[in-house]
């Protein structure tokens, strides 16, 4: 019931974009990102309530497909304050966060 | 507007002690909730209230974890005896009632956390 993002890792130069994937083996009816800088308590994003439907937050975006039961989140233009790891989550009567996703962004 | 809060922010004990963390949520949020991040693996769910009523508990690994929530406000998550395999970061986070946010999903906004080292 766990979520599984890919990938696992990844790391930028500042300035390059990246995208995030999120998956599910059941039905999504919302989807939640967080970032966790290390040491720190997760931060909200955004959250996705509808199929297709898109969220930024600055140069930060997100696609939810319903269908495909898939987020993805975009990072543009990578800055070296995005860098930590991104969780995406979802209700599935508890919450579930994502398996997630070490973002590394160096100058 | 202050944060969620946790104390302590770390604590080690010896395995077989009790340790108890406690979490004061944001003012006036009916929801609260506890997770572990155990060796910078995923974040699990523990426990979720809604005021002092515990929603849903299916996150707790065994009876050696007992939360509570009297009176709806500030809970704590009482680990007792610890074992080694309960060290992990415990955060907890609140939210708003879900009728407050016309039904939809909210944001869950989180503590700094407790890094508690079971020796």
């Known amino acids: 019931q766990q979520p599984v993002q890919s990938p696992q890792a990844v790391i930028l130069r500042e300035g390059e974009d990246a995208v995030i994937n999120c998956s599910s083996s059941k039905a999504l009816y919302s989807v939640h990102w967080y970032r966790q800088k290390h040491g720190e308590a997760p931060v909200f994003l955004m959250i996705?309530?509808?199929?297709?439907e898109q969220k930024g937050h600055e140069k930060i975006s997100a696609s939810f497909n319903e269908k495909k039961q898939q987020s993805s989140l975009y990072l543009t233009a990578s800055q070296l304050s995005y860098s930590g790891t991104y969780f995406c989550?979802?209700?599935?009567?508890?919450?579930?966060f994502g398996t997630g996703t070490s973002l590394t962004v160096i100058p | 507007e202050a944060g969620v809060t946790q104390f302590p922010s770390h604590s080690v004990i010896e395995k077989g002690q009790t340790v108890t963390l406690r979490c004061d949520p944001i003012s006036g949020h009916d929801n609260l909730y506890w997770y572990r991040r155990v060796m910078g693996k995923e974040i699990k769910f523990l426990l979720h209230?809604?005021?002092?009523?515990?929603?849903?508990e299916s996150g707790m690994p065994n009876n050696r974890f007992l939360a509570e929530r009297t009176g709806g406000t500030y809970s704590t998550l009482k680990v007792q005896p610890a074992e080694l395999e309960d060290s992990g970061v415990y955060f907890c986070?609140?939210?708003?009632?879900?009728?407050?946010?016309?039904?939809?999903?909210?944001?869950?906004?989180f503590g700094p956390g407790t890094r508690l080292t079971v020796t």
């Open positions: 989550g979802t209700e599935y009567g508890q919450f579930y």
């Open positions: 986070a609140s939210s708003q009632d879900r009728r407050k946010t016309s039904g939809r999903s909210y944001e869950q906004y």
């Open positions: 996705l309530l509808k199929g297709g």
């Open positions: 209230f809604v005021k002092e009523s515990k929603q849903d």
